[in-house]
């Protein structure tokens, strides 16, 4: 399974008698799923299916979904108004003896208000669900189209993130080697802090100067931090191998290398090392960015 990213468009369209739709799907970031349908009147029943296709194609970004159907005239019925038509035959039964008798032509009854009607022909229940079903099998396609999107671009980020993760390795591995942690340096550069306070102060116990000395020794080792960077690192690309919807865990993992960085660059005593914290910390604020595109 591949990565998914949160952004695509899909747009799909055809007709189904006289009618023609066009169904437009738009996807960004989003903490979640969320959707904004925009369905034309008459075409609100189509909702609910609407969104349970959108719920099992994917499962984060924010989706604007817009339907629009236009017609072609519909075809026209003649009404006769029986009624009507009785009521002018009755009368021209009770003024036979005035006017003419000729038959009732039918140019004269359509002249006639109210004796015939046109009225458009309404669908029966077989062809609204015809026309209905075609539509939603167009929203499908234009979903599979989207998720084609997603993919690609997906693809593209996981290249991007798979980058980053090597040079957080890579300057994980720089910090691992820096001369300044050594033991042989750290006991060097305690060993001389401790011999210039000495020499300020003669006064100051000098074992507890070197009780004092063990203890920043400990603290400023960082073989923890670099474990767990390590550990992440791991992480990292086992989650972008998998793929699927992984967004979530890898922008928690961000936040992992980013804790690490900052306690990395709070306990460096050489420079090459704050170097390598601080450049850390730019290749994981661009990693974490790039996470937040992912499903």
Not at 76 to 99: C, K, P
Not at 115 to 143: H, M, P, Q
Not at 249 to 276: G, W, Y
């Amino acid at each position: 399974m591949s990565l998914q990213s949160m952004t695509g468009f899909a747009r799909r369209e055809g007709t189904v008698g006289r009618y023609r739709w066009v169904w437009e799907l738009r996807s960004v970031n989003g903490k979640g799923l969320d959707f904004r349908l925009r369905l034309p009147p008459g075409f609100e029943r189509l909702e609910a299916d609407v969104r349970r296709l959108l719920s099992e194609a994917f499962s984060r970004g924010n989706m604007q979904v817009s339907l629009s159907v236009s017609a072609s005239d519909a075809p026209l019925a003649a009404v006769i108004n029986r009624d009507a038509l009785a009521a002018l035959l009755t009368l021209r039964g009770e003024l036979g003896d005035l006017i003419d008798s000729a038959p009732l032509r039918l140019d004269s009854l359509l002249s006639i208000r109210g004796i015939v009607d046109f009225r458009e022909v309404e669908e029966d229940t077989a062809e609204t669900e015809s026309r209905d079903a075609a539509i939603l099998d167009g929203f499908a396609a234009a979903l599979a189209d989207l998720g084609d999107m997603r993919r690609r671009e997906g693809e593209t980020l996981a290249g991007l993130l798979q980058g980053q993760i090597a040079k957080i390795a890579e300057l994980a591995a720089t910090v691992e080697q820096d001369p300044s942690r050594t033991p042989e340096e750290i006991a060097r550069r305690l060993t001389a802090q401790v011999a210039a306070l000495l020499e300020a102060a003669p006064s100051l116990d000098r074992d507890r100067l070197h009780q004092e000395a063990a203890v920043l020794a400990t603290k400023a080792d960082l073989r923890e931090e670099i474990d767990r960077l390590t550990s992440h690192v791991a992480a990292a690309r086992e989650l972008i191998a998998r793929g699927g919807p992984v967004g979530r865990k890898l922008d928690f993992l961000a936040q992992e290398f980013n804790r690490e960085s900052n306690t990395i660059c709070s306990k460096s005593n050489s420079a090459a090392v704050t170097a390598a914290g601080i450049e850390l910390k730019v290749v994981i604020d661009q990693f974490r960015e790039q996470v937040q595109n992912l499903e």
